[in-house]
């Protein structure tokens, strides 16, 4: 049986994918909001009982833990991006990138 995809794609109303498309998504640069999350894969995430989301990870010699929307956290993440990248990243992937991790440590 086939997937609904697969049958609009059938039908030609969803275009197969072509392997240039691919080419090209394997070589695009990632966006800063994927770098940043890709930054804090080492941080331990996870939520309390209301869901708050949480952040604990290494600075320096002793670990501390942040709720994920508070400063330490955000100013550990801005640091590491800033230190690999030579630049501040924009104000957006920064929302972006802290939304994906807070999804993460909630689910």
Partial sequence: MLS???LLREA???PLPSLQDNEQKK???PTQAEQLIMLAHDAELFHDAEYEAYATFYVSDYRE???LRGGGFRRWLLKRFREEQRKAPG???LQDALGVL???ACF
């Fill in 27 to 29: 070589k695009r640069k």
């Fill in 91 to 93: 104000a957006q992937a």
């Fill in 102 to 104: 807070e999804a993460k």
């Fill in 4 to 6: 609904e995809v697969e």
């Fill in 65 to 67: 833990t942040w709720p």
């Fill in 12 to 14: 030609g109303i969803i």
